[in-house]
C-alpha cells in the first residue's frame, strides 16, 4: 500500500484549469481517470486525510504510485477526452461514466433502404454514421428531438416501421410532423434518403445552410404575419443553435491525424502529441529534450517526426500531421512520411476552424509539460544537489557553491551601459538580493572593463561590511563607501545586509576576456576565496581564470544546466534594466527639472500648446495663459527651454524623411520618441 504523500504534486505544478487525469500504479498501468473544472481543487481533494475519503477512492489513492494530468479548454473537452481513455485503458477504478456496455453514440444506420436515427452502443457497425459519444443517452434524445423539427427522420424501431406499414397508419411522431412516415408512402425512399444525408451533414457540422434557411421561413412567415408559425421557427433556429454546439477536442468527419506541439525556450523543448483516431483523441504522448544546439521550431518538428514515424507503416502513420512549424525544406520529410504510409500524407499548420482549437490546446499542454519540467527540475532537492556537486568537481572547488553570483552587462551600441547581479542559493532564485548597476567609470563600449568595474565595486561594499560589522579592519581603505552604508547588520529576514553575504562562486556571461577582468578585480583587492568562472554562450564553454581551454560539461549535466539557468537569469535582468533606462532617457524633458512643475501642470502645458517645440516659441504672456501657472513660473520655463538645445528631428530610416512631432511625445529636447519596453522587476541599483 503506497502513501499518497509520496506523489501527490506540489500546489504550484498543478494548473487552474479544466482537464483530464490519470492515476497510474507502480507498474505503470492506468487505474484512474477523472475530469475536473479545476484540475487544481479536483487533484487536491484525492490528498486530504485518507480517514475523510470514500472507501474506494482510499483503496484507489493508495493502490496508484503517480498522477498525471492534460489541460484542456472546456469541461465538455475534458468529457471527451475522459471517455477516450477509459475506452482505451480500461481503469479498474472507473465506474462513474460508463454502464454495463459503453458511452452512447447518436447513430443513423446509412446502410438500411429507410435509415433510421437511433441511440447506439457498444461495437460500431458498416455502414453506419457515429455521432458522439455523449455521457448520457438521455442527451442524445433531446438532440434527436430538438432535430426532428427539421429533419423528420424515422427513429422507430424495425417492428414498429413493419407494424405502421401493414396497417397503413402511421406513429404518433408521425401525426405530429416528427417523422416523413416513409412507413406509409409518405416520402419515397429517395426522398428519406436525402432528409437522412441532410441531418447526417447538420451532426457532422455543416450547420449554416439550415440556419438559413430557417430564418429565411421566420422571415416569410413574419410577413405574411402568421406570428405563431415564425415564433415556432425562431424557437427551432434557437434549438439548433443549441444542438449544434461541439467541442474542440472531437473533430468533424471522422479525422485521422497527429497533432504536434512544440514549447520551447534557449536550453529545452517539450513535444506533445495527440492522435486523433475517427475524430476523437485516442491517444497522447510527449518529451521534454535539451536543445544541444541552436535549432528552429520546424528542426524541432521533423526531429519529433522521425521518433514518431520511423518505425511506423501503414495506417500507423495518419492521412493528416498538423505541426506548429514546417521543417525546411519540407518536401523530403513529406515524400519520407508518404513512404512509410503508402499514400500522399498532409503535413501542415492548420489555419482555422476546429484543427486550429483542438492545436491551441496541444499547445498548451506542450506549454504545461515543460513549466512542469523544469520546476521538477529546478526544485527537487536531490537533483540540485547534484547540480551543485557537478560544478564543483568541474571547477575544482573545495566545497559545492552554495551561493552563486552571476554578472552580465547590457547596452544598446554603448549607451545606456549597465550590469546585472543575480543571485542563486541552493541552486534557487534569490530575487530580494539581485542587484543593478550604472557603469559610471568611463563611457562607451567595452564589457571587459565594465565586468572589472562591477565586480570592483560590488566586492568593495563586501569589504566595507565586513569593516563595519568589525569582522575585518583594514585603515587603508579608500573606497569611501563605508559611510554610505545602511546601519545595522540584519535586514527583516536576519541575513547580512546589502553585500555583505559572500558568493563561494562568481559567474560572468562570457569567455575568457570577461573571466580575466572578474579575477583581476578580484586580486586588487585582496580577495582569494571566491572562485570565478565564465560561461560562453555560444558553445556553452566554461571559462576559468588563467586557463587556456574551457571546461567541457556534458549536456545532460545537472551542474551546466543550473549555470545556464544562472547565466539566462542575469541576462534578462540587466537587459530589462537597459530597456528601463533608455526609455527613461528618451521620455525626459527640459521640464522635467522645472522647480514646483509637477505632472498635472507639465500635461496641461503640453496640452495647451500642442507640442514641446511649439513651448519653446511662446512669449511668457502666453505661457501664462495657462490655467495653474503664474508669471514667476512661466519665466522658469521659458529660461530652462531656452537653456536646452533642441535635438536633431527625428528620421524614418526606412523612407529617409523628417517626422513631424507628434502631440503628446517628449523627447529630451521636445522631439518624438520611441519608448522602450517596461521594466520587469525592479531591483536595488547601485
Not at 521640464?591 to 511649439?614: C, E, I, M, N, Y
Request: aromatic share 6%; proline share 5%.
Amino acid at each position: 500500500m503506497a502513501d499518497p504523500s509520496s506523489y501527490r504534486p506540489r500546489p504550484g505544478e498543478i494548473p487552474d484549469s479544466p482537464g483530464v487525469y490519470r492515476f497510474r500504479d507502480e507498474h505503470r498501468r492506468v487505474i484512474y481517470v477523472g475530469k475536473a473544472k479545476s484540475l487544481r481543487q479536483r487533484l487536491a481533494s484525492y490528498f486530504q486525510d485518507l480517514a475523510g475519503l470514500h472507501p474506494r477512492t482510499r483503496t484507489m489513492v493508495t493502490t496508484a504510485a503517480s498522477v498525471e494530468w492534460t489541460v484542456v479548454s472546456t469541461e465538455v473537452e475534458a468529457l471527451q477526452l475522459e471517455y477516450s481513455w477509459i475506452k482505451e485503458f480500461d481503469p479498474r477504478f472507473n465506474v462513474k461514466y460508463r454502464d454495463d456496455k459503453s458511452y452512447p453514440y447518436l447513430a443513423v444506420t446509412m446502410n438500411e433502404e429507410f435509415p433510421r436515427v437511433q441511440v447506439m452502443r457498444g461495437q460500431k457497425r458498416k455502414g453506419v454514421r457515429y455521432f458522439g459519444p455523449y455521457g448520457h443517452a438521455w442527451a442524445i434524445r433531446d438532440t434527436v428531438d430538438l432535430l426532428l423539427r427539421v429533419f423528420p427522420v424515422r427513429t422507430c424501431s424495425a417492428g414498429v416501421f413493419k407494424n405502421a406499414a401493414r396497417t397503413g397508419r402511421p406513429c404518433l411522431l408521425g401525426y405530429i410532423g416528427k417523422c416523413s412516415a416513409p412507413c406509409v408512402g409518405r416520402v419515397s425512399a429517395e426522398e428519406h434518403g436525402e432528409l437522412a444525408e441532410e441531418f447526417c451533414d447538420f451532426m457532422a457540422g455543416r450547420t449554416g445552410t439550415y440556419i438559413r434557411r430557417l430564418e429565411k421561413q421566420m422571415a416569410e412567415a413574419a410577413e405574411e404575419m402568421e406570428y405563431e408559425r415564425a415564433a415556432r421557427l425562431r424557437d427551432d433556429i434557437e434549438a439548433l443553435k443549441k444542438a449544434m454546439e461541439k467541442n474542440a477536442v472531437v473533430l468533424a468527419d471522422a479525422t485521422d491525424a497527429d497533432l504536434i506541439a512544440v514549447a520551447e525556450d534557449e536550453l529545452e523543448a517539450a513535444v506533445q502529441i495527440f492522435h486523433v483516431r475517427g475524430g476523437r483523441v485516442r491517444g497522447q504522448r510527449g518529451w521534454v529534450t535539451d536543445k544541444v544546439e541552436e535549432i528552429t521550431t520546424g528542426a524541432l518538428v521533423e526531429h519529433a517526426l522521425q521518433q514518431l514515424y520511423g518505425e511506423e507503416k501503414g495506417d500507423s502513420v495518419p492521412k493528416e500531421v498538423l505541426v506548429p512549424a514546417l521543417p525546411d525544406p519540407v518536401e523530403p520529410v513529406q515524400e519520407w512520411l508518404a513512404e512509410r504510409r503508402g499514400s500522399n500524407v498532409s503535413l501542415r499548420i492548420p489555419q482555422r476552424g476546429d484543427k486550429k482549437a483542438l492545436m491551441e490546446t496541444v499547445e498548451r499542454n506542450a506549454q504545461q509539460a515543460l513549466v512542469l519540467h523544469k520546476t521538477k527540475r529546478a526544485s527537487d532537492l536531490t537533483t540540485r544537489s547534484r547540480a551543485l556537486e557537478e560544478i564543483a568537481e568541474a571547477l575544482d572547488l573545495d566545497s559545492a557553491p552554495l551561493r552563486i553570483e552571476c554578472y552580465d552587462i547590457s547596452h544598446l551600441q554603448g549607451d545606456d551601459v549597465v550590469a546585472s547581479m543575480v543571485v542563486f542559493e541552493d541552486g534557487l532564485q534569490r530575487k530580494s538580493e539581485y542587484r543593478r548597476f550604472q557603469i559610471k567609470g568611463f563611457e562607451g563600449q567595452d564589457d571587459v572593463r565594465s565586468m572589472h568595474e562591477v565586480i570592483t565595486r560590488r566586492f568593495r561594499r563586501y569589504l566595507a561590511e565586513k569593516e563595519k560589522t568589525g569582522e575585518w579592519v583594514d585603515d587603508g581603505h579608500e573606497d569611501g563607501l563605508a559611510g554610505d552604508l545602511d546601519n545595522g547588520l540584519k535586514d527583516e529576514d536576519g541575513r547580512p545586509k546589502k553585500f555583505a553575504y559572500p558568493p563561494q562562486l562568481v559567474v560572468v556571461d562570457g569567455g575568457q576576456p570577461q573571466v580575466a577582468a572578474a579575477k583581476k578585480a578580484l586580486d586588487e583587492l585582496g580577495i582569494d576565496d571566491v572562485a570565478v568562472c565564465g560561461l560562453a554562450k555560444r558553445l556553452e564553454e566554461v571559462w576559468l581564470p588563467e586557463d587556456d581551454d574551457p571546461v567541457v560539461l556534458p549536456r545532460t549535466s545537472e551542474g551546466l544546466y543550473l549555470l545556464q539557468r544562472v547565466r539566462d537569469e542575469a541576462h534578462r535582468f540587466a537587459i530589462t534594466y537597459q530597456r528601463t533606462k533608455r526609455a527613461k532617457r528618451f521620455r525626459a524633458s527640459p521640464l522635467d527639472d522645472v522647480p514646483g512643475l509637477g505632472d498635472t501642470r507639465r500635461q496641461a502645458l503640453l496640452k495647451h500648446f500642442g507640442s514641446l517645440k511649439k513651448l519653446r516659441s511662446a512669449t511668457i504672456d502666453q505661457i501664462c495663459e495657462v490655467p495653474g501657472i503664474g508669471r514667476k513660473t512661466a519665466e522658469t520655463i521659458a529660461v530652462a527651454l531656452a537653456q536646452a538645445a533642441p535635438a536633431a528631428p527625428a528620421v524614418n530610416t526606412a523612407t529617409g524623411e523628417i517626422m513631424e512631432e507628434e502631440p503628446g511625445t517628449m523627447g529630451s529636447s521636445g522631439e518624438p520618441v520611441t519608448t522602450g519596453a517596461p521594466d520587469e522587476r525592479r531591483g536595488q541599483e547601485t
